[in-house]
């Protein structure tokens, strides 16, 4: 079956560092891929998502690239602030068409600490 | 809009207790799903929904059972609370099929601690 693997942290960084949470998956054909992000004690929201192979998704400065080839979404930012502290999850859906209810697989979350 | 709202956000339980879990949205969507989160293993789905007056099982159905009587509505029964049933539990719904992606709104959460 479908699987999202990420690693769990927590991952430490200072303001202003560059971040890279890894996510890898397993999956038949082409499903969409998302990060969702959950802010201490609130529900997750969808942060970013790709739909297709080398699609970049984008939001709030951070960035993941499809790559079908390595199977992999990984989230980057550019220069993390103390706001942006928070657990991150990678999650997979498949293809609209394939049929089903669109299960959403979710990898078991980063947690991201950015001290000042 | 409110989005997608839970009732109660903290709740203890001792063990055999039961206990209903509401949530609701107010956008009109299609689906509706239960997750529970858990240290170390991601949110699972519990049950889900694909429209008013259905339900279906996912991943860990086991102790629980719903109902989504009212679209806007879909409601987690415990009807005998256990101790490994302390968890976060988190709603969320989306929209139907004409969206060509799966995004899901999700809920602020439920804390359910069974003694």
């Known amino acids: 079956g479908d699987s999202v693997t990420q690693m769990e942290g927590p991952v430490t960084l200072s303001e202003e560092a560059f971040l890279t949470i890894n996510c890898t998956y397993t999956?038949?054909?082409?499903?969409?891929l998302f990060w969702y992000v959950q802010y201490p004690g609130e529900g997750l929201q969808l942060l970013l998502k790709?739909?297709?192979?080398?699609d970049k998704g984008s939001n709030k400065g951070f960035e993941a690239t499809y790559r079908k080839e390595t199977t992999s979404f990984h989230l980057e930012k550019g220069s993390v602030q103390v706001s942006d502290s928070a657990v991150y999850f990678c999650a997979l859906s498949p293809p609209l068409n394939s049929g089903g209810y669109q299960k959403v697989t979710f990898g078991i979350g980063t947690k991201l600490q950015v001290i000042p | 809009n409110a989005g997608v709202t839970q009732t109660p956000k903290f709740r203890v339980l001792k063990t055999g207790q039961s206990m209903t879990l509401l949530c609701a949205q107010d956008m009109n969507h299609e689906y509706m799903y239960w997750y529970r989160q858990d240290p170390g293993m991601g949110l699972r789905l519990i049950h889900y929904s694909v429209g008013e007056g259905t339900t279906a099982k996912g991943e860990v159905p086991d102790g629980y059972n719903v109902s989504r009587l009212k679209k806007q509505n879909f409601l987690l029964g415990l009807e005998s609370a256990a101790p490994s049933q302390t968890s976060v539990y988190f709603c969320?719904?989306?929209?139907?099929?004409?969206?060509?992606?799966?995004?899901?709104?999700f809920g602020p959460g439920t804390r359910l601690t069974v003694l």
């Open positions: 790709a739909t297709k192979a080398d």
């Open positions: 969320a719904s989306r929209t139907g099929d004409h969206v060509p992606y799966n995004e899901q709104f």
């Open positions: 999956a038949t054909g082409y499903p969409s």
